[in-house]
Structures are given as C-alpha cells and as structure tokens.
C-alpha cells in the first residue's frame, strides 16, 4: 500500500523538532499512521533475520543488558523489561554486537555509502560495525560528532570521514527519535544524504509528543515516525516481537515468567 499523498501537511508541525503543533495535527497523524500500520503489517523477514534476532535476544539477556522487572521509562511508564546497551562494555562483547548489527544491516538490503555514529552511544556502535562490515568485505568510511564544538586542533562538532554520499546512522535504541534529528541536520549541512537508520532494539511502542504544551501518547511509534515523516528506512536487529517470541518458545520457567507482563505491556503502549 502506498503512503504517497497520506502524510499531513507540514503545516500541523514545528519546524524545529517535528512534533505536532495542535491536537488537529495528532488526529491527522492518527489517520496517516493508521494507513502506515496497515502497510507494515504483512511485511516478513526471512528465516536468517528471525534466526539473528533471536540470539540477539540471547546474547542480550546473557550479557545482561536486557533485564527484566519493574522499570521506569523516560515517558514515565512501568515497562517490564529494560535494554542498557551500555552494558555491551568489553571488547568480546562489542565484537558480537558489531556481528548482530553487520548481518542485520546486510539482511535489510540499504544501500549506503558511509556510516555516522550520533555521540555517544552511536561512537562505538557505529565504529565497530565499520570494523566488522570491513571484515566481512564491505569497506566504509566511518564519522562521529562532538556534542561540544571544538575550538582548537582540527575544530568544529565532525570527526572522522568527511561526511558524504548515503549515511547509516547507528544507534542503540530510537525513544523519541531526537537523535535522529539532530543526526539528520548534521548529515544535511555537510551535503549529504541521511539514507537510514539502524539499531539495536525497537521497542515498538508509542512515542509521546508535547501537543499544546502538554506531554501526551500519539498513535505512532519513533521508529514509524521516522520511516513516515522523516522519508528514512529503520532497521532494527531485534524488536519487541522477538522479545516475546523469546519469551514463548522457553522451556526455562524463570524466564517463561516474564512473558505475561510484556505482552501486556505491548497490548497496552504498543504499536
């Protein structure tokens, strides 16, 4: 289903960070990413995607980066399971992370000719998965930016390859898509083109946006957001769904008993 002609008008946004302007602006989005939904739904991934994402659950929980229990989230929620990519914090590790990422990348089919790594997170990420891409034969000239301009030396926000051609921006997870943004600016000043995003986990759940000065939960999800209003494809080695996937196919009890809880959580904040 084509989505050419459904997204909303500008208009209804701010033109600094793309949030909806007026609650006339979220009922347009609420038509439009019904639309997305349902053009979404009935996409697959082969059977070596579903296998990667899978041992990528494993090797998360393993590492304990995915944990679960009670946890607050940045929009005040109580979610049942939280991801700390942080904690990928040794050099075996990151070495697995860089593969899980590699083959997802290569698995999507993206075309693009560089890679950018938003600070902080995105720094490591995206020079390893530079390394393991090199490795796997794929060579590409890897930047990150500063969040603090540097005034000495070689100066400015930039470091690394001069930014050009297509650009995978690499990060861990998308929340409200602000790192995104900002990536997309830096990447659009430099002269070139922001080609798609790639991450660790998407969440699948719906973003909150301030509509008239209030916080409140639109119909659509960061990841949706971008891919819809952004123009850009978001690759993620693992979602939400895998997580359950996880969830129901273990015969350990323990980890069987977190099931309940997340899919609650899904049917309740997912998209």
Same mark, same amino acid.
């Given at each position: ?63 304990? @980066?995915?944990?679960?229990? &009670?946890?607050? #989230? /940045? %929009? =005040? ?7 700390? $990519? ?93 790192? @995104?943004?900002?990536?997309? &600016?830096?990447? #659009? /000043? %430099? =002269? ?7 991450? $660790? ?71």
């Amino acid at each position: 289903m084509s989505l050419t002609g459904l997204a909303p008008s500008a208009a209804h946004y701010n033109a600094k960070d793309g949030s909806p302007k007026s609650w006339l602006g979220v009922q347009r989005l609420n038509r439009f990413f019904k639309s997305l939904i349902m053009s979404t739904d009935s996409q697959t991934r082969t059977k070596s995607e579903d296998s990667n994402a899978q041992a990528f659950v494993q090797f998360a929980l393993d590492s304990g @980066v995915l944990k679960f229990g &009670e946890f607050v #989230t /940045k %929009a =005040g929620r109580l979610s049942p399971y939280f991801f700390n $990519a942080g904690l990928f914090d040794d050099g075996a590790k990151l070495s697995k992370l860089a593969h899980f990422y590699a083959q997802a990348v290569l698995a999507s089919g993206i075309e693009f000719d560089m890679i950018f790594g938003p600070a902080y997170k995105g720094i490591p990420l995206g020079a390893t998965l530079a390394m393991e891409l090199a490795r796997l034969g794929k060579n590409v000239p890897f930047a990150y930016n500063r969040k603090e301009v540097k005034d000495h030396g070689e100066g400015g926000h930039l470091v690394g390859a001069k930014l050009s051609g297509r650009v995978l921006i690499v990060d861990d997870v998308m929340s409200a898509g602000t790192a @995104v943004r900002e990536s997309i &600016e830096l990447i #659009t /000043k %430099a =002269g070139a083109h922001p080609q798609a995003v790639v991450i $660790a986990l998407d969440r699948q759940e719906r973003a909150t946006e301030k509509v008239d000065g209030t916080l409140q939960e639109v119909p659509y999800s960061a990841v949706q957001y971008v891919q819809s209003q952004l123009g850009m494809k978001v690759c993620a080695v693992a979602t939400l769904a895998d997580l359950l996937s996880y969830l129901n196919t273990q015969d350990n009890p323990e980890v069987k008993a977190h099931q309940p809880a997340v899919a609650a959580y899904r049917a309740r904040y997912g998209v």
